[in-house]
């Protein structure tokens, strides 16, 4: 049972890599190619961070889940280290959107010191501020706080001979897990980003009903938006908070509180998180629909015009070979 659920597992998480990888190669080229204008707008600088996030899930996390199954003997160190480029690619995620919340109510609540504050290099500043961070906290494990470093020292001369299979739980420590990554890196900026979004839309709601038509379509389009938005955070949280309520039962309860099928549907659930987002762009997004659109045409329009060519072509190459076949015949009569 123990191997096809493996198995089971290890199929969809090769269809989620690719989902994942060909949706927001999409999101990126349509942010940054279709709507190339929209660039100075720090709401999609954000969200190029977060599909960067997301694309990176199926090129390197999804890949390293499979393999940190305890299937590949790596040093302790090494381990480690991959084990912690998960967390980076988590973090990284979760301060984009963050980030997104924070300039959608600044944009809301202070649109003249906004126009001064939201510029390009401001902005860019910015993701680079969350990466940084992202990796301070996603490589904390790496200054300590892990299990390798509560093994007795006996121990480590034991594993140099031969490198045990590496395992995510095996060095990254549960109490990290539950205390630091969850309720400091997850659980907290999940509850900021609710009240940022709560505050807009109650800010919203209340300037619909005091404003003119002209500003209402203004209003309205800004509302969508934050709905958008706020649609990816709720998925976010739908598609990670399981899993950490399972590390949460693993703590607390021990190993015989989550079968081995759970927590694949977990990691599953949470890999699944970055394969979604781009769906949610294309149909609550208007500019980005607009910019998939182009793309699509783009695409399509090459296909017909090498097809075209092809077509062009056919009947020349008969023809010819009908001219040859007639002076074949003219020089045997």
């Known amino acids: 049972m123990a191997e096809w659920s493996w198995v089971v597992y290890t199929v969809l998480e090769v269809l989620i890599a690719v989902t994942c990888c060909l949706g927001n190669v999409l999101v990126v080229c ?3 190619i279709g709507i190339r204008d929209f ?3 720090p709401t999609f600088c954000f969200l190029v961070s977060l599909a960067v996030a997301d694309l990176l899930v199926g090129v390197a996390a999804v890949p390293l889940a499979v393999l940190l199954d305890g299937w590949v003997s790596l040093t302790p160190d090494l381990c480690l280290l991959l084990s912690c480029v998960v967390l980076v690619l988590t973090q990284a995620s979760v301060l984009s959107l963050l980030a997104i919340a924070v300039d959608r109510y600044l944009r809301l609540h202070t649109p003249l010191r906004y126009k001064a504050l939201a510029t390009q290099k401001h902005t860019w500043i910015a993701v680079s501020l969350c990466w940084t961070l992202s990796c301070l906290l996603g490589f904390t ?44 890196c997850v659980m907290a900026p999940l509850l900021v980003m609710t009240l940022l979004y709560t505050r807009i839309f109650w800010s919203l709601q209340g300037r619909l009903k005091e404003s003119c038509a002209q500003a209402q379509a203004s209003l309205l389009r800004e509302k969508r938006l934050a709905c958008s938005l706020a649609l990816v955070l709720i998925l976010f949280a739908v598609c990670w908070i399981p899993l950490h309520l399972m590390n949460c039962l693993l703590l607390f309860q021990g190993p015989q509180a989550v079968t081995q099928e759970t927590l694949y549907a977990g990691i599953l659930l949470s890999h699944a998180n970055s394969a979604v987002n781009p769906v949610v762009y294309a149909y609550r997004i208007p500019k980005i629909q607009q910019a998939y659109n182009q793309i699509w045409r783009h695409v399509l329009g090459n296909i017909n015009s090498l097809n075209g060519d092809k077509q062009v072509c056919r009947p020349r190459t008969s023809s010819q070979a009908n001219h040859t076949e007639t002076c074949a015949s003219r020089e045997r009569s």
């Open 30 to 32: 349509a942010v940054c």
């Open 39 to 41: 660039l100075h707008e």
């Open 141 to 184: 494990p790496l200054f300590g706080w892990n299990n390798s470093s509560s093994k007795a020292p006996g121990s480590t001369n034991s594993s140099s001979l031969s490198s045990p299979p590496c395992n995510f739980l095996s060095v990254i420590s549960l109490p990290f897990m539950v205390y630091f990554n969850f309720l400091g």
